[in-house]
């Protein structure tokens, strides 16, 4: 910030630095912004106004005050305004004010394109690259449709200085990240390939990002660039031609040697032999030369440069012999004693785990990985790496060391021990008796943080396997003899005994009274939930006591009694059904029979461990391919309670499976397709009648909803678009007779006509399928996304949808599948962009089967003009200016409107609301008018604003005149017309009329001359 010769920003600056509260400071802040805003309002008045020099300086104390943390809301207009100045100290202040201050979606940035483009395509080199940082700084949609060709053309350029070709290679890759089709693919894959054969580091630096961007979008279009990564590493790896400033602690050019690994990684595979060659050459030169020394820098870069080597071979799925060398390299680094390259050596052996054949290799290192779950530092990661190594040849081992690192393990981290334990003894467990003694101990060392789960899962083994049943009930025995223990031990050894005792009941101290007593001793120090456990055992016990024991059945009957009163309703249940039927007899042998064995399950366990299982370091180059074939979208289901009510749905997240892999248990679990999201709701029939398939599109998109719960139009807006009965055939495009037996649900007109004013609905509706509709509209560019839900409980099939586009849109549909599966849900994204002014709209082609009947609509869809309108408030100063420039036809054009439906302004301010338009308060004076504004989007108008004048007649409101101006006729004409088809076409409101806005009162006084509304009127 060059400060020199502006003596006031000096002073400034001190006294905020001397202020001795944050008071102070405030006050001085608010002094000092008064004195700007008050010069800036000077300068408009005066002829001569501010010098650049003035206007530099208080730019720069807004700058400054904006940097402290207070909101600065004027001077942007002298801010942008310094951008076309002459001189750089004026220019480099517009700029950096600009870029500071503005957003990408600041309406004053239009205003600085032009300038900015200038100083792109000018000579100046020191212009150049200030115009480079704003727009990459900046970005914005605007900024890289108007800019981007510049851009390239600035990048390519062999008479530019590699300084310049530098920030264009950033710009673009910023404007290409804001906005992907600014990069034309068929154009750019030779160009990418001449920029890297670039000579210049600095240059091929910030290309190699710019096609890193490109190449995670689509790789296809750059296999020409692959070659010429590998040439890149080879200079690299040999030091062949690399200038001192760009080597790094001796290593050249460590972040080059990153971005260049990395775009390679986006490659499936490298096809040539000897580009292959070349390549694994490189590769074993890194890891070849790689070590750990001291100096802190040389490690973070070389190692930097490692770990994506390694990520590269890993990918390239390389030969055994260089796998085996990257795991030893590893395991020299897990044995070094510096926590963040120990951390780093077990994050990378980590992923190595993925690629097959070095399991084997990886086990070698296992006395080194344990020792580190003693480190605070990285014993999570270790823990990571041994539950990922673990096989059935080292469960054992690895088992009992995480058991006895459980007693002293952090309490953060016991939860997910106990859990990875639990799984492990379960998944690898060479007998059943030894998953009994490891979960077990565990519950008696970590009580607390054993999950319910875990000693379920017991139960069900020790229920479902005979001969594993006396040594569980002889292990709990041995557990509740100890004076203190866990309730959960409690619990579960409760329930084995209870079930199970009598098996050993012939052994000494195994008699029921024994292990009632054992029991009973619990029971004061039991919570509630435990006490209902143990009333279920003290029945099972009186059950096996054969024959019966007097005085036990008393004890057990005293224990039933007293908890027949207990406040607590379960306990309380359990108390009076088991007195009664202990009543029974012998037939209490049938009522109080042994569990029956589960039926086989997937273990929750596991599932519990897949749901929550995250991996902390950056993901490999494997996963992330694996993301690139599966949609980004996330499937929302149902989850159906076991009783078989049908509560509130409750939205839980679905893993969506890869296009790649096969999963054995693909039912209910969500299907994927190349053009959206199948979700997989309900395999059951529906009890009910037909649910509505969207539910609410305002929320997270479900398939499944309450029954009768349709869509209801948005009463606000119910004055809108929804004509009467006149007009119902307007959602169905009139191109030819549509006949058939299935019949539509509702009126299809009035759902056109809702989803005009608003972005979600449902557009159509049939016993077999919904289709409903979830739109984003900025600026002149739309995405809509079409759900199509099958409600039925067979497969819609020859599902066909086709986009009929009037000139003025150009669309883009995804694929659409031919089969919708049952209960299923397709989401398929619609790019729409408004190319021209117009009134017509895209009609949707739809088709299905169901059984022998084929369906075919048309259907309108709500990609209307008022879509493309943003609203914009307009003050006297700006609108009388415009109002007064545009005169007469084609721009302004005036018509009275007849057939008006009646209505008070306060509806008429509601309807243009609901439309895009703003009423703008304090530009008329007479009560009975409305002045409305608005911008409209096209690419060929760009951002156009619109000014409206509506004159009504309180003695006749049948009738109106209407004023309509803007800067392009076929706008103006449109416009008028859209209007015009909405004045005389509003059904009767379902509520009552919004209360008149403040802005629509009349004003009594009289008028005076120099009024803005006496000048409008005098003007009309």
């Not at 859990?419 to 077990?440: G, R």
């Not at 064995?597 to 991996?615: G, N, T, V």
Request: net charge negative.
């Amino acid at each position: 910030m060059a400060l020199s010769g502006m003596r006031g920003l000096s002073v400034f600056i001190s006294d905020i630095r001397n202020c001795q509260n944050k008071e102070q400071e405030r006050l001085r802040v608010d002094k000092e912004l008064g004195n700007i805003r008050t010069r800036f309002k000077h300068e408009k008045a005066s002829f001569y106004g501010l010098s650049h020099y003035e206007k530099k300086k208080y730019v720069w104390k807004m700058l400054y005050i904006y940097m402290l943390g207070y909101d600065v809301d004027f001077g942007h207009m002298e801010a942008v305004s310094l951008i076309s100045a002459p001189k750089y100290p004026e220019k480099q202040v517009g700029y950096i004010v600009t870029s500071c201050l503005l957003n990408e979606n600041h309406d004053f940035l239009r205003l600085a394109i032009n300038t900015v483009r200038n100083d792109i395509i000018g000579r100046n080199e020191t212009f150049q690259c200030l115009a480079l940082t704003l727009v990459g700084n900046i970005g914005g949609r605007e900024f890289a449709e108007s800019l981007a060709p510049d851009v390239q053309k600035l990048l390519i350029s062999s008479s530019c200085r590699p300084l310049v070709r530098k920030k264009a290679a950033l710009c673009l890759l910023r404007l290409f990240r804001k906005n992907p089709d600014v990069v034309n693919v068929d154009g750019w894959s030779d160009r990418m390939a001449q920029l890297l054969d670039e000579r210049d580091l600095g240059v091929l630096t910030s290309s190699m990002s710019l096609l890193v961007a490109l190449v995670s979008n689509n790789h296809e279009a750059y296999w020409s660039c692959l070659p010429k990564c590998v040439k890149t590493l080879e200079r690299l790896a040999r030091n062949q031609d690399i200038p001192q400033e760009y080597t790094y602690y001796g290593i050249p050019s460590p972040w080059l040697q990153v971005k260049t690994m990395r775009a390679l990684q986006y490659f499936p595979t490298v096809e040539d032999p000897n580009t292959r060659r070349s390549l694994f050459e490189v590769l074993q030169r890194i890891l070849m030369g790689t070590d750990v020394v001291k100096n802190v820098n040389k490690n973070n870069a070389s190692h930097a440069v490692l770990f994506e080597a390694l990520a590269l071979v890993m990918h390239l799925d390389a030969e055994k012999e260089m796998m085996s060398q990257c795991v030893a390299l590893l395991g020299k680094f897990i044995a070094v004693r510096e926590p963040n390259i120990r951390y780093l050596g077990l994050e990378n052996m980590t992923r190595m785990l993925m690629v097959t054949d070095v399991q084997d290799i990886i086990k070698r290192h296992q006395a080194q990985i344990i020792t580190s779950l003693k480190d605070p530092d990285i014993r999570r990661r270790a823990l990571d790496l041994l539950y990922g190594m673990c096989d059935v040849s080292n469960a054992k081992d690895i088992v009992e060391e995480l058991l006895q690192y459980l007693s002293t393990a952090d309490f953060a981290m016991r939860e997910e021990l106990s859990l990875k334990a639990a799984i492990l003894a379960e998944k690898f467990a060479p007998d059943l008796s030894w998953y009994v003694d490891v979960i077990l101990q565990l519950i008696d060392k970590a009580g607390d943080f054993v999950s319910d789960d875990i000693w379920f899962r017991v139960v069900q083994f020790v229920t479902n396997n005979e001969d594993l049943q006396p040594y569980a009930a002889m292990k709990a025995r041995e557990y509740l003899d100890k004076p203190a223990i866990h309730e959960t031990m409690v619990k579960v050894s409760a329930y084995i005994l209870g079930e199970y005792s009598h098996l050993l009941g012939r052994r000494p101290g195994w008699s029921p009274r024994e292990i009632f007593n054992i029991i009973h001793e619990k029971l004061p120090t039991v919570s509630t939930p435990t006490i209902s456990i143990l009333l279920s055992t003290y029945a099972k016990i009186l059950m096996h006591t054969q024959p019966p024991d007097e005085e036990l059945q008393k004890q057990i009957w005293a224990i039933f009694r007293k908890y027949e009163s207990c406040i607590d309703a379960e306990i309380q249940q359990r108390a009076v059904e088991y007195l009664a039927l202990s009543m029974k007899g012998a037939a209490l042998m049938d009522i109080l029979a042994e569990m029956p064995k589960f039926p086989e399950r997937q273990s929750s366990l596991i599932r519990k461990a897949e749901d929550s299982e995250a991996d902390t370091a950056e993901q490999s180059a494997i996963k992330l391919r694996a993301q690139q074939q599966t949609s980004n979208a996330l499937v929302l289901t149902d989850q159906r309670p076991a009783n078989g009510t049908q509560p509130a749905p409750q939205l839980g997240l679905v893993k969506v499976p890869t296009m790649t892999s096969t999963d054995e248990s693909t039912s209910g679990q969500g299907l994927a397709h190349e053009n959206g999201i199948v979700a997989v709701v309900d395999p059951q029939p529906p009890s009910g009648p037909s649910p509505d398939l969207l539910g609410d599109l305002l929320g997270p998109l479900a398939i499944e909803g309450p029954p009768g719960t349709a869509p209801q139009s948005d009463p606000s807006v119910a004055s809108g678009l929804e004509g009467g009965p006149n007009q119902d055939a307007l959602a169905l495009a009139p191109v030819e007779d549509q006949t058939s037996t299935v019949q539509p649900i509702g009126d299809i007109g009035e759902k056109f006509r809702a989803l005009c004013l608003k972005d979600s609905g449902v557009l159509y509706e049939d016993v077999n399928i919904q289709i409903g509709i979830k739109a984003d509209w900025r600026g002149h560019h739309g995405r809509v996304i079409l759900f199509l839900g099958n409600k039925n409980t067979s497969p819609l099939v020859s599902v066909q949808a086709l986009i009929l586009p009037p000139s003025h849109l150009r669309t883009e549909l995804s694929l659409v599948p031919e089969t919708i599966p049952p209960r299923a849900q397709v989401q398929c994204p619609l790019e729409v962009v408004n190319l021209q002014p117009s009134r017509d709209s895209a009609v949707l082609d739809f088709s299905y089967k169901f059984g022998t009947n084929v369906v075919n609509v048309k259907l309108r869809l709500p990609a209307v003009l008022n879509k493309f309108l943003q609203p914009i408030l307009v003050s006297p100063e700006e609108f009388f200016p415009q109002w007064r420039s545009l005169t007469g036809p084609p721009l302004k054009l005036q018509e009275v409107v007849r057939g008006v439906r009646p209505m008070l302004l306060a509806e008429m301010a509601n309807l243009f609301s609901s439309l895009h338009l703003t009423v703008c308060p304090g530009l008329d004076p007479n009560a009975n008018n409305l002045v409305v504004s608005t911008t409209f989007y096209s690419e060929s108008t760009r951002a156009m604003l619109c000014l409206i004048r509506i004159e009504t007649d309180p003695a006749d409101r049948t009738q109106l005149r209407m004023s309509v101006a803007s800067g392009d006729p076929t706008l103006t004409f449109e416009l008028k017309e859209f209007v015009k088809e909405q004045l005389i076409s509003i059904p009767v409101p379902s509520g009552p009329p919004a209360p008149m806005p403040p802005q629509a009162q009349p004003i009594t006084p009289p008028t005076p001359s120099s009024d803005p509304g006496a000048i409008l009127a005098g003007l009309l």
